[in-house]
Each structure stands twice: as structure tokens, then as C-alpha cells.
């Protein structure tokens, strides 16, 4: 049930390195994506979206890739720093006039100083 | 730009008593706001749709006359839990999409900071 404590996958990196974080989505048909970061107690905070018709999208130190063959999603985090420890969140969208996002499970990143 | 703002940040109440929670666009527009449920270490579940001048649209297995929505303008929705049990412990988040930006063709979703419910 909702109460039952899930451990979220953790990726642990050294400040400075670089970070990759992978999510698999669900729907085939999805056509847009977006990649949220969540602090502790906080909202999630938006970092880079793409659509599908791109398979790589580049932010300020963030790039994500996009397969959709294997419905896959990452995102990388150049140079890696302890403000970027959080929980890290994909979401697809189907532009079909329903327009809620749906998450996937998430992924904590620690960064070791 | 594009904040959205929740009030309160965090509520305790008594079981069977109703709570109210408020969110805010507060420097953009948006006809559809959406309200997810979050428990620990766990992913953001969709609630509902709120949609401004009409009825909400709830996700199965969300009763609707236990969390009733209002969207009463274009910049708030409001999220009320009644009859509130501790299984109904949460933190609630709700987003927004920028009317304008929707009609740019832009499909981010501008989040809240979220309510910590706890009912005791």
C-alpha cells in the first residue's frame, strides 16, 4: 500500500564528477518529457524538457538524451555538485488535451564532497 | 517568473476534522491546475485536474467528495480534504501551466512547494 516505505535508487558520486541518471517511461506514445529536481521538504523544481522529436537537449550543465526505441530517458549532470543532491524525477506527456504529467520513480543522487 | 505558491506549508489537524489547502499562480495564468499526492520516498500520484469554471477531473480511485476542488479563478485552486484520516498523511503538491505559455506551445508545468498534512 501507499504506506509501504520504497527505497529509492541511489547514485552516489564524488563532487566534480560527472552524474547520469536513467529513466525508463511507460508510454510509447508520450511526446514530451521533463526532468524535475526535488529537495527534501520541497517541490520539484523544473531542469530541461525535450520533445520527442529531439533525442538530445543541452541546459546549462544538464544534457538530456532521449531513446525512444527503448523508451529511454537521461539525464546528465556535468561537473557535480553538492547543491545537487536531491531526488531526480523524469515525466512524460501525451499531448492528446489531457495534460497532466506522469512521474516516474525517482532517483536520489548524493554527491560526496 | 512563473511561481506558484501553496498556503499553508504545513497543517496538523485532528482526525475527522477538514482541511483546506491553497494554490496560487502568482505572476502567470493558468485555466488547469493539477494536484498529485506525494508519500515517502515515493513518486508524485496524480490527484485531479482542476479546471477553472468547471468540475474537476479526478484520477480513478481518488474519491472526489473526500477531496473536493475549486478553481474558482485563473490563478487559484483549492484543495480540501475532508473528514481527514491519518492514511490521509501526505505531502500535497500542486502544479500549474502558464495559460500563456500553452498557447506558445510550451508544456512545462510550474510546481508548488508542497503541503506536509498530517493528521493525527
Known amino acids: 500500500g501507499e504506506s509501504v516505505g520504497l527505497h529509492l535508487p541511489t547514485l552516489s558520486v564524488q563532487e566534480g564528477d560527472n552524474s547520469i541518471i536513467n529513466c525508463a517511461y511507460s508510454n510509447s506514445a508520450s511526446d514530451y518529457f521533463i526532468w524535475y529536481k526535488q529537495e527534501s521538504g520541497k517541490g520539484p523544481q523544473f531542469i530541461i524538457d525535450?520533445?520527442?522529436?529531439?533525442d538530445k537537449r543541452q541546459g546549462q550543465r544538464v544534457t538530456v538524451l532521449l531513446n525512444k526505441t527503448v523508451k529511454h530517458l537521461s539525464l546528465q549532470i556535468a561537473a557535480t555538485q553538492p547543491g545537487d543532491s536531491a531526488v531526480y524525477f523524469c515525466?512524460?506527456?501525451?499531448?492528446?488535451?489531457?495534460?497532466?504529467?506522469?512521474f516516474g520513480s525517482g532517483t536520489r543522487l548524493q554527491v560526496q564532497p | 517568473g512563473a511561481v506558484v505558491s501553496q498556503h499553508p506549508s504545513w497543517v496538523i489537524c485532528k482526525s475527522g476534522t477538514s482541511v483546506k489547502i491553497e494554490c496560487r499562480s502568482l505572476?502567470?495564468?493558468?485555466?488547469?491546475m493539477f494536484w498529485y499526492r506525494q508519500f515517502p520516498k515515493q513518486s508524485l500520484m496524480l490527484m485531479a485536474t482542476s479546471n477553472e469554471g468547471s468540475k474537476a477531473t479526478y484520477e480513478q480511485g481518488v474519491e472526489k467528495d473526500k477531496f473536493l476542488i475549486n478553481h474558482a479563478s485563473l490563478t487559484l485552486s483549492t484543495l480540501t480534504v475532508t473528514s481527514a484520516h491519518p492514511e490521509d498523511s501526505s505531502f500535497y503538491i500542486c502544479s500549474a501551466r502558464d495559460l500563456t505559455g500553452r498557447l506558445a506551445g510550451r508544456r512545462e508545468q510550474y510546481f508548488g512547494p508542497g503541503t506536509r498534512l498530517t493528521v493525527t
Open positions: 505572476d502567470f495564468q493558468a485555466t488547469t
Open positions: 525535450i520533445r520527442s522529436n529531439m
Open positions: 515525466a512524460e506527456n501525451i499531448d492528446t488535451g489531457r495534460r497532466a504529467l506522469t
